[in-house]
């Protein structure tokens, strides 16, 4: 990644915040969205991006947060298919160059992936992490795996 | 022909029960357990409780051979993904998005989705019917036992084109005035009316419907 970064996050929660005040803290300039003003609350004090109070889905919003200048579009909101959707007009109706959405149910991330929208889903990975854990004790305890 | 329609309330309703009288199968998929014993109870369609952009949930409305996939509920991002499930997963021929906002309808469209707008067509329709705004009423004489109207003629009007004798007119209406480029013609049985001429009616609160009817075709 280049120096200054212009990076928009859909969904202000755990992930989303987290993402933006850290990208927000190396110096990139961060735009958030979510529909709920509390939720932009939650960014740390030195957050020095921009914030958008509005539904994501609704195209006037996307344009408010100037999606066609984006290097990066993440969508991380709790829900998969709004995730999917902006996620899809980032790619194809924006062209930002780099978009990721995070996608809790992993049978929809096969079709996702099919579309060339990139996905995360934490579901899938933190069940790799348990089961390489499961494998790795296992391999400690001097039981190989058949 | 099969067809799997996704959402809930009135318009779901009625939908399933005209589908159902043309002969179509149809199952209807639904996340509010409540509703779904409802429409299972007031319609011969299979209802699926759960949600619809589940692949498993399509799976089990039988996506696999379904002909049309109909995304109606009041979440634009849901619509979309099942739409796209349907398409990609199952193979659906025919997979069709309600776009609630009508931004979204074109969106869709390029997302490779085929989409409607409701907000769009039926505020083209009002517009339609609103475009016999070429009735203009003049002023109502004799406490409102007369009606003096003005009409501009559309090319696509009936009488358009036509002599005015062979206009069938009904009773008590007459043609006052025509005006033409401007110009006040005081018409006889053999003025023929033109797209864009401007024509002065006097009818009778009665007939005045009739009388618009016969100009216009609007209504028949």
């Given amino acids: 990644m280049s120096n200054n970064l212009y990076i928009v996050i859909v969904g202000c929660g755990r992930l989303g915040s987290h993402l933006a005040n850290q990208l927000s803290h190396v110096g990139h300039s961060v735009v958030v969205i979510d529909r709920d003003e509390a939720a932009l609350n939650g960014l740390s004090s030195d957050f020095s991006g921009f914030r958008v109070e509005g539904d994501a889905t609704q195209m006037a919003v996307l344009k408010e947060a100037k999606l066609k200048r984006a290097d990066a579009f993440f969508a991380t909101t709790h829900e998969d298919n709004v995730n999917l959707m902006v996620a899809q007009i980032a790619r194809k109706i924006f062209n930002v160059p780099h978009v990721l959405a995070r996608v809790f149910d992993p049978r929809r991330q096969q079709v996702f992936d099919r579309l060339g929208i990139e996905t995360i889903c934490p579901t899938s990975v933190a069940a790799e992490m348990f089961l390489l854990a499961v494998a790795s004790g296992r391999a400690a305890q001097g039981d190989v795996q058949p | ?220």
Avoid: W
């Avoid at chain 2, 499930?85 to 906002?101: C, E, I, K």
């Avoid at chain 2, 009508?102 to 019917?129: M, W």
């Avoid at chain 2, 203009?136 to 009488?159: M, S």
């Fill in chain 2, 1 to 220: 022909m099969k067809v799997i329609i996704v959402g809930g309330g009135n318009t779901l309703y009625f939908l399933c029960r005209n589908f159902a009288a043309k002969g179509y199968e149809v199952v209807l998929i639904n996340r509010n357990p409540e509703e779904c014993v409802q429409l299972a109870r007031q319609l011969s369609a299979m209802v699926v409780c759960g949600d619809g952009s589940d692949p498993a949930i399509l799976n089990e409305a039988g996506a696999m051979g379904a002909d049309v996939v109909l995304a109606i509920t009041p979440n634009d991002q849901d619509n979309l993904v099942i739409c796209q499930l349907a398409s990609l997963q199952f193979g659906v021929p025919r997979a069709v998005a309600l776009a609630n906002d009508p931004d979204n309808a074109e969106i869709f469209q390029n997302l490779g989705v085929s989409a409607f707008s409701t907000t769009h067509i039926v505020g083209s329709l009002i517009e339609q019917r609103a475009s016999i705004e070429q009735i203009t009423n003049l002023l109502p004489v004799a406490e409102g036992k007369v009606n003096v109207t003005e009409i501009a003629l559309d090319a696509g009007f009936p009488v358009a084109g036509k002599l005015l004798k062979d206009i069938e007119l009904p009773e008590n209406a007459l043609v006052a005035v025509v005006i033409r480029e401007s110009q006040p013609i005081v018409p006889r049985g053999a003025t023929r009316l033109l797209a864009g001429d401007r024509v002065v009616l006097i009818t009778l609160p009665e007939n005045h419907g009739p009388v618009l009817k016969a100009f216009t075709g609007e209504g028949q």
